[in-house]
């Protein structure tokens, strides 16, 4: 993990088109200011994780109705 120090109003580059640039400080909080493609999802981490635990709950439930849908289709198949 590369730790760096910034003074309020200075920033860090990422590559040629992010920019976190430090906007507030009081005694307890960091304020940060992201400058990113639309393309690219800024998340704080709580919500990036709540997002990977739904994905994974969809895709189960995804997994199993397609299944039910290849049973129902093989027993049709063994009907015929």
Same mark, same amino acid.
Request: proline share 1%; aromatic share 2%; charged share 35%.
């Given at each position: 993990?590369?730790?760096?120090?910034?003074?309020?109003?200075?920033?860090?580059?990422?590559?040629?088109?992010?920019?976190?640039?430090? /906007?507030?400080?009081?005694?307890?909080?960091? *304020?940060?200011?992201? +400058?990113?493609?639309? =393309?690219? @999802? /800024?998340?704080?981490?709580?919500?990036?994780? *709540?997002?990977?635990? +739904?994905?994974?709950? =969809?895709? @189960?439930?995804?997994?199993?109705?397609?299944?039910?849908?290849?049973?129902?289709?093989?027993?049709? =198949?063994?009907?015929?």
């Amino acid at each position: 993990m590369l730790v760096l120090t910034r003074k309020l109003g200075e920033s860090i580059r990422i590559a040629d088109n992010i920019v976190i640039k430090v /906007v507030d400080l009081d005694s307890r909080h960091v *304020k940060l200011g992201i +400058e990113a493609p639309r =393309a690219i @999802a /800024v998340n704080r981490e709580e919500i990036y994780e *709540k997002i990977q635990q +739904e994905n994974k709950a =969809a895709s @189960a439930s995804s997994d199993s109705g397609l299944k039910s849908i290849a049973d129902a289709l093989r027993n049709d =198949a063994k009907k015929k």
